[in-house]
């Protein structure tokens, strides 16, 4: 096992986040979400939370947008980045598993298929390019993960919330109260997150999309905030409203997965398009 990489591939991280909060049918109460949960996570599922919680500190999170946030790395073109991500080798089973443009490709359609507007289907197919990351060179904990604010306590709510005591900012005098450096209700603009694929993503793609976007883009991993309504003295009035967004996005990411894989070829001219109508021929990474 990489000390730093403990999962065999990134998408452990979400096959977990699946079985951490299985699909509700129509007219079915929801599951206890934690049922058995920690007693069957896998190991190196456990051991990727254990650096991600110890790593992201409020320092780390600062020197990390530094270091990707000034975007000089990469002049990319949305299907040039997604075929980029598309060779994120992983030792997973590639006879099960979907590659990244799959994944990507089956969100997207199932997003068309419901009716939704143009800007939420192409939300779907570009929302993980921000995993570029990894082919940067960047450890799985710092790409991928749930997401929640740094600066100020961490939510018990978070998935083994336990591994927090390992972080530097555990004992901090004010990093460790509840609204830490913030004021309640500031916003979540204004709420420094843990680092990984959405900020990055967002950061590259944000001058292009509706707000609505944004926000799903921005905050698909906040699982704390959209799944378990954690931090909800962050959320300033529009956060409220904008998170039924990020609500109405999540289940076309954890469950739009089939085994009948996308014909990428067929689809691409209509996603050219679609790229076309919002984004440059180039973006800056
Ligand atoms: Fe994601
Ligand atoms: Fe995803």
Redesign the pocket.
Known sequence: MDDNNPMSDPDQW?ADLERRYPPVEQGEQAVSEFRNYQAEVRPTVKAFYRLNHQHQTFEFVKQKRKQFLSLERQSMGIWEALEFLNTLVDDSDPDTDLSQIE?LLQ?AEAIRADGHPRWFILTGLI??LGKILCLFGEPQWAVVGDTFPVGCAYSDSIVYHEFFRLNADWEHPVYSTECGIYQRHEGLENIMMSWGHDEYLYHVTKSYLPIEAQYMIRY?SFYPGHRENAYQHLFSARDHQLFEWVRKFNPY?LYSKSDERPDIEQLKPFYLDLIAEFFPSQLAW
Do not use: I, R
Request: hydrophobic share 15%; no cysteine.
């Open positions: 979400e994944h969100a929302h993980d698909h990411d």
